[in-house]
Nanobody, 123 residues
């Protein structure tokens, strides 16, 4: 069982930056890939980014590529999402999740989830 806790959300103006963190309660030494998803009101939960266990390979949604960067520090059991050039369309609850494959983009393929952190971008 992996327990995930997100932090770092908040209110930011358009064009600003935020860094989200997700800390796992147990060492994710079972080769878990980690992903970030987001869900805006009235919309389905959608894929944002994912990273493999070693941190060597990443996968991004086209809407965030070039603006967001996913990274991880396995020594700290933490994965990060650096978000730059934020716009109001990025407003959502952001969730981190664990999977067996960083190439997975469907929420159904992720086994463990955090509780989410709210990101609000004002225009």
């Amino acid at each position: 069982q992996v327990h995930l806790v997100e932090s770092g959300g908040g209110l930011v103006q358009a064009g600003g930056s935020l860094r989200l963190s997700c800390t796992a309660s147990a060492r994710t030494s079972s080769n878990y890939a980690m992903g970030w998803f987001r869900q805006a009101p009235g919309k389905e939960r959608g894929f944002v980014a994912a990273i493999d266990w070693p941190g060597a390979s990443t996968n991004y949604a086209s809407s965030v590529k070039g603006r967001f960067t996913i990274s991880r520090d396995n020594g700290k059991n933490t994965v990060y999402l650096q978000m730059n050039s934020l716009n109001p369309e990025d407003t959502a609850v952001y969730y981190c999740a664990a999977s067996r494959n960083y190439a997975y983009t469907s929420p159904r393929d992720y086994n463990y989830w955090g509780q989410g952190t709210q990101v609000t971008v004002s225009s």
